[in-house]
């Protein structure tokens, strides 16, 4: 189980963190999982945002110089860090953990940027 939280509406060049917790879970399985964050645009596809694996961090080249991802393994949480929001960034954001052949989603957060 993953619950993400932090969504809602924002302007344009505004900012948002979302947030990724995993009840339960336990340290050296969280610190061992692949993270990402995935978003959907209505009538588009699930994508990835952005990922993180020990410390190694990527990017979809949109959201790249923009959002910023990162995990705090004390408090075993992810984040999504999101800067100069755009129009276009507005999706179902989910947060997901993947280790081996076990693959986790949350319930998403809704994300709009507009004015």
């Known amino acids: 189980l993953v619950v993400e939280s932090g969504g809602g509406l924002v302007q344009p060049g505004g900012s948002l963190r979302l947030s990724c917790r995993a009840p339960?879970?336990?340290?050296?399985?969280?610190?061992?999982?692949?993270w990402g964050w995935y978003r959907q645009a209505p009538g588009k596809e699930r994508e990835l945002v952005a990922s993180i694996s020990g410390s190694r961090t990527n990017y979809a080249d949109p959201v790249k110089e923009r959002f910023v991802m990162s995990k705090d393994n004390a408090k075993k949480m992810v984040y999504l860090q999101m800067n100069n929001l755009r129009p276009d960034d507005t999706a179902v954001y989910y947060c997901n953990a993947h280790r081996g052949t076990s693959s986790t989603w949350g319930q998403g957060t809704q994300v709009t940027v507009s004015s």
């Open positions: 339960g879970i336990i340290t050296s399985v969280f610190n061992s999982n692949v």
